[in-house]
DNA sequence: GTCAATTGCGAAGTAAAGTTCGCATCGGCC
DNA sequence: GGCCGATGCGAACTTTACTTCGCAATTGAC
């Protein structure tokens, strides 16, 4: 940690002890399925090394690497992201399911969506 | 984009074009809430430099960068993720609707409701 | 017994995430 | 004019995610 500017605690960061009890989740869901680090590594697209390293938890997947395991391991991304932390979180009172709702449309374009938003965030200013 | 536009591609990897999307909804959210990059990057405990990387799509954040941008700028982690590409696997249950979501919405006046639906209605057609 | 194939992991490397420092530009203020 | 602080970004660096290669310990076939 650079920045020592710990005057309140904040833990917002990601725990490392989170890391051990995702990489213990992976293990058993990889056993549930029968499969090697190999054979998973394979379905993942990932190195067989580096599935060995996330199971003793020395490393934070990204989202990339959360999001194939989860298919690989049919689990849902939202289980393997609890792991990581994010699913708590308040979120204050941003009732916001506009955002979501207009994101997970699929009956706009790209485009469209990003100028729904924009006409959504510029009423709340 | 947390859109199904995937015609035939497995569309399981990261996608640079999301990196843009995602980087342009930081932006914007962050002028909405009236912050210089600086003071978003003190917010987020990241570098300034970091940030306006992140805003011209340059880099894939971590989840532990996406959790504290999502806090900082007080959207739903969720909202986030979907612009990495997150929220279109598995969970089947997709939310409401927009419509549901915009008449739902405490922070818009009737009036902006209204203008709100019209729009996204003129996009389904 | 030995051989081959499979499993899990350590070590060293590459690629990408994230930081520190500094430069250039845009205001305001005198 | 010149000076100041703030803003956004480029370049070089450190740290972490992730790979390639290889080794030791199984397991099973012969």
Redesign the interface.
């Known amino acids: 940690m650079a920045?020592p500017?710990n005057t309140s605690k904040d833990n917002?960061?990601?725990d490392r002890e989170d890391l051990g009890r995702l990489g213990a989740f992976i293990r058993s869901q990889r056993r549930l399925a029968e499969l090697s680090q190999r054979e998973l590594a394979k379905l993942t697209?990932l190195s067989d090394p580096y599935v060995s390293q996330l199971e003793r938890g020395l490393h934070?997947p990204?989202?990339?690497v959360?999001?194939?395991l989860?298919?690989a391991l049919d689990?849902?991304?939202?289980t393997l992201?609890s792991y990581?932390?994010?699913?708590d979180?308040g979120?204050?009172d941003?009732?916001?399911?506009?955002?979501?709702?207009?994101?997970?449309?699929?009956?706009?374009?790209?485009t469209?969506?990003?100028?729904?938003?924009?006409?959504?965030?510029s009423?709340?200013?």
């Open positions: 920045t500017k917002a960061g990601g697209d934070e990204s989202v990339r959360l999001k194939s989860a298919r689990v849902r991304p939202q992201l990581v932390g994010l699913n979180l979120t204050s941003t009732p916001a399911g506009v955002e979501e709702a207009v994101l997970a449309d699929a009956g706009l374009t790209d469209q969506k990003q100028a729904l938003l924009e006409v959504y965030r009423f709340l200013s």
